[in-house]
């Protein structure tokens, strides 16, 4: 019996040490794994769950930072940056969400609705912040501070930041070139939320605004706020100063700017106060052919881009937007048909390929109507003729029956060959948003063309150009064959005065002619401005100028006037296109702008400026184009 009890002990003290091994082995796995694990996350992983860790108690509020400035090449400053404030709230300071957004709704004349749509589309979804405050009144009005500042005790959730806001010192100024800053949008984040933008971010839009966006957008700073686990703010532990964004250094003269929206201006007013009712658009576009760079560029109608600070006005949007689009570029995104600034193009063609002498003579009278399909010379409509003319006075004359002879000789290729070699059918390069119009200049693949339709062709009827691509070009012909690629910017400089980006003169194209075809061009379109059809608007202008009229056909609207040329004609300084949306004859409406562009880059000082300052006068008293 004691023996058996012995054996029994035995047996549950053998069972107890087993299990206790065991405890043993699996407590020492556990802690094993477990000082494994501690080493991995406190170790190996420290860093980052320490980083993880700081990200959950410190919220990143960005403090705006100012756009950089542009200035024009003269160090004059067309836009700038102000401070204003901004009534923000933070939803998640808000004690009784509901009576403090109806007090705001009272105090900002803002409806509930608005408040609370503004409030989630900065602060919820992938690129909105919870805790950073969401903008519900911009460039608030100092009444409606003060309103908000009286009711900061019932109004836990609402702050009044001061913030940068665009400047323009000079009001619509190359507001065509400049653009406009708004608010990004939900698509513009889809493409730029990787590049750190969030929703109550501004972004430039059009023109060079968003063009250099990159250079002119600058670096935030930010506020460190710690939160809890709610995201709600418990207070500020850091704070970084943002870094305004760079300086545009532009090519463009403020002064020569100035002197082409003025003229445009003027010029409209005066066709539309006549007999081109219609003529409410036009452009104008100053090059130096050496460089490419821009001296004005000009659409009209224009518009102030302070309008877009903060918001657009009804009011505003109506006047920019109905009618005659005040956002459309017409220098740049426009493309017309030339008329008779096309035929210096056809007459290089004809000459390059020998189909025509300079010596030959051509009869420009009603007689000769029927060799060319019933086609009419325009001073017919005068009762005047051309009478016998070579080539060099059909130009001076803008004679179209030269030129019908011309396309008669010539194949649609060999014209569109010639204009392509300079650069029309093609971008310019320039740097801007939107991207600028290609134009047409169509050939044989694009299109069969019937024998009268290459008489059109030959008087620029059958292509589309834009102002700028016109001023390129004929910058090609001043410098005979080489045409820069045309440029806004000059230098990019940091708010340190570190340049980052320069523009060098840069050859886009070369046209390589014959001197005779450069020489018969730069005389015969010196003729155009002395005693041709762009002579009395010349009148009097003391440095030789060489140039060419258009007036192109634009059914059923009266037709397009233009002007393009340079001076001095013997040493290209700067080289001008003007456009006048159905404003006539070139002569009369186109290059009156033109001198007046010249006049005030060359400063001159004219008894008879007066006389050809920009105003209309009637076509049939002075040489047709």
């Given at each position: 019996m004691n023996m058996n009890i012995m054996?029994?002990?035995?047996r549950t003290q053998k069972g107890f040490e087993r299990r206790l091994r065991t405890f043993q082995i699996v407590a020492m796995a556990l802690l094993i794994v477990l000082v494994g694990r501690l080493w991995q996350l406190q170790v190996m992983r420290g860093d980052y769950f320490k980083s993880r860790s700081t990200a959950n108690r410190i919220a990143v509020v960005p403090v705006s930072a100012p756009r950089g400035l542009m200035v024009d090449r003269?160090?004059?400053?067309?836009v700038t940056s102000r401070m204003a404030h901004t009534v923000s709230a933070m939803p998640q300071e808000f004690q009784d969400r509901q009576s403090e957004v109806e007090l705001l709704s009272r105090l900002l004349g803002m409806t509930s609705e608005e408040i609370e749509a503004?409030?989630?589309g900065q602060t919820q979804g992938k690129y909105g912040v919870p805790y950073q405050p969401a903008r519900l009144l911009e460039d608030a009005p100092a009444e409606i501070v003060m309103r908000i500042s009286e009711h900061r005790v019932d109004l836990p959730g609402v702050i009044i930041e001061e913030e940068p806001?665009?400047?323009?010192?000079?009001?619509?100024?190359?507001?065509?070139i400049i653009g406009y800053v708004g608010q990004i949008s939900q698509d513009e984040l889809k493409q730029l939320g990787d590049r750190g933008y969030r929703g109550r971010d501004r972004i430039g839009k059009t023109g060079l605004e968003r063009e250099f966006e990159e250079y002119l957008r600058g670096q935030d700073g930010i506020t460190q706020i710690e939160v809890d686990s709610l995201s709600r703010p418990r207070g500020t532990v850091g704070f970084t100063e943002p870094v305004g964004g760079a300086t545009l250094v532009l090519t463009i003269d403020a002064r020569v700017q100035r002197a082409a929206e003025e003229a445009l201006r003027s010029q409209l007013a005066s066709l539309a106060a006549g007999k081109y009712k219609n003529a409410r658009a036009g452009a104008a576009v100053a090059?130096?052919?050496?460089?490419?760079?821009?001296?004005?560029?000009?659409?009209?109608p224009g518009y102030d881009p302070?309008?877009?600070v903060p918001k657009i006005s009804e009011e505003n949007w109506r006047r920019v937007s109905t009618g005659v689009s005040a956002l459309f570029n017409r220098a740049v995104s426009g493309a017309y048909p030339p008329g008779s600034t096309f035929k210096p193009f056809t007459a290089m063609a004809a000459l390059e390929s020998g189909q025509v002498s300079l010596d030959e003579r051509f009869l420009c009278t009603p007689s000769v109507s029927s060799r060319y399909f019933g086609k009419k010379c325009s001073a017919w409509s005068s009762g005047r003729t051309h009478g016998n003319q070579n080539l060099a006075q059909g130009m001076a004359n803008s004679c179209n029956v030269v030129?019908?002879?011309?396309g008669r000789r010539l194949t649609a290729d060999q014209m569109a060959a010639m204009a392509k070699a300079f650069g029309l059918s093609y971008p310019t390069g320039l740097r801007y948003t939107p991207p600028e119009s290609t134009g047409a200049v169509p050939d044989s693949a694009t299109r069969e063309f019937m024998p009268g339709e290459r008489l059109s062709y030959a008087i620029g009827q059958q292509v589309t150009v834009t102002p700028l691509q016109m001023a390129a070009a004929y910058g090609g012909i001043a410098m005979r064959g080489s045409i820069c690629t045309p440029h806004l910017v000059r230098q990019v400089v940091t708010p340190e005065g570190s340049v980052v980006a320069e523009s060098e003169p840069e050859l886009a194209r070369s046209a390589d002619l014959s001197k005779k075809t450069w020489d018969f061009l730069h005389a015969s379109l010196t003729e155009v401005t002395r005693t041709g059809t762009a002579a009395w608007a010349f009148s009097g202008f003391p440095i030789p100028t060489a140039g060419k009229t258009g007036t192109a056909q634009s059914p059923p609207g009266d037709s397009h006037a233009w002007f393009a040329g340079w001076a001095p004609a013997s040493d290209p300084e700067i080289v001008v296109a003007v456009l006048i949306e159905q404003g006539g004859g070139g002569g009369t409406a186109a290059a009156p702008v033109a001198r007046a562009i010249m006049e005030a880059y060359f400063g001159s000082k004219l008894a008879g400026a007066e006389q050809s300052g920009g105003q209309a006068a009637d076509e049939d008293s002075f040489p047709l184009d």
């Amino acid at each position: 019996m004691n023996m058996n009890i012995m054996d029994m002990m035995d047996r549950t003290q053998k069972g107890f040490e087993r299990r206790l091994r065991t405890f043993q082995i699996v407590a020492m796995a556990l802690l094993i794994v477990l000082v494994g694990r501690l080493w991995q996350l406190q170790v190996m992983r420290g860093d980052y769950f320490k980083s993880r860790s700081t990200a959950n108690r410190i919220a990143v509020v960005p403090v705006s930072a100012p756009r950089g400035l542009m200035v024009d090449r003269n160090g004059e400053v067309l836009v700038t940056s102000r401070m204003a404030h901004t009534v923000s709230a933070m939803p998640q300071e808000f004690q009784d969400r509901q009576s403090e957004v109806e007090l705001l709704s009272r105090l900002l004349g803002m409806t509930s609705e608005e408040i609370e749509a503004k409030i989630e589309g900065q602060t919820q979804g992938k690129y909105g912040v919870p805790y950073q405050p969401a903008r519900l009144l911009e460039d608030a009005p100092a009444e409606i501070v003060m309103r908000i500042s009286e009711h900061r005790v019932d109004l836990p959730g609402v702050i009044i930041e001061e913030e940068p806001y665009r400047s323009y010192p000079h009001g619509m100024l190359a507001g065509a070139i400049i653009g406009y800053v708004g608010q990004i949008s939900q698509d513009e984040l889809k493409q730029l939320g990787d590049r750190g933008y969030r929703g109550r971010d501004r972004i430039g839009k059009t023109g060079l605004e968003r063009e250099f966006e990159e250079y002119l957008r600058g670096q935030d700073g930010i506020t460190q706020i710690e939160v809890d686990s709610l995201s709600r703010p418990r207070g500020t532990v850091g704070f970084t100063e943002p870094v305004g964004g760079a300086t545009l250094v532009l090519t463009i003269d403020a002064r020569v700017q100035r002197a082409a929206e003025e003229a445009l201006r003027s010029q409209l007013a005066s066709l539309a106060a006549g007999k081109y009712k219609n003529a409410r658009a036009g452009a104008a576009v100053a090059i130096d052919p050496r460089t490419g760079e821009i001296l004005a560029l000009a659409s009209e109608p224009g518009y102030d881009p302070g309008w877009f600070v903060p918001k657009i006005s009804e009011e505003n949007w109506r006047r920019v937007s109905t009618g005659v689009s005040a956002l459309f570029n017409r220098a740049v995104s426009g493309a017309y048909p030339p008329g008779s600034t096309f035929k210096p193009f056809t007459a290089m063609a004809a000459l390059e390929s020998g189909q025509v002498s300079l010596d030959e003579r051509f009869l420009c009278t009603p007689s000769v109507s029927s060799r060319y399909f019933g086609k009419k010379c325009s001073a017919w409509s005068s009762g005047r003729t051309h009478g016998n003319q070579n080539l060099a006075q059909g130009m001076a004359n803008s004679c179209n029956v030269v030129f019908y002879e011309l396309g008669r000789r010539l194949t649609a290729d060999q014209m569109a060959a010639m204009a392509k070699a300079f650069g029309l059918s093609y971008p310019t390069g320039l740097r801007y948003t939107p991207p600028e119009s290609t134009g047409a200049v169509p050939d044989s693949a694009t299109r069969e063309f019937m024998p009268g339709e290459r008489l059109s062709y030959a008087i620029g009827q059958q292509v589309t150009v834009t102002p700028l691509q016109m001023a390129a070009a004929y910058g090609g012909i001043a410098m005979r064959g080489s045409i820069c690629t045309p440029h806004l910017v000059r230098q990019v400089v940091t708010p340190e005065g570190s340049v980052v980006a320069e523009s060098e003169p840069e050859l886009a194209r070369s046209a390589d002619l014959s001197k005779k075809t450069w020489d018969f061009l730069h005389a015969s379109l010196t003729e155009v401005t002395r005693t041709g059809t762009a002579a009395w608007a010349f009148s009097g202008f003391p440095i030789p100028t060489a140039g060419k009229t258009g007036t192109a056909q634009s059914p059923p609207g009266d037709s397009h006037a233009w002007f393009a040329g340079w001076a001095p004609a013997s040493d290209p300084e700067i080289v001008v296109a003007v456009l006048i949306e159905q404003g006539g004859g070139g002569g009369t409406a186109a290059a009156p702008v033109a001198r007046a562009i010249m006049e005030a880059y060359f400063g001159s000082k004219l008894a008879g400026a007066e006389q050809s300052g920009g105003q209309a006068a009637d076509e049939d008293s002075f040489p047709l184009d």
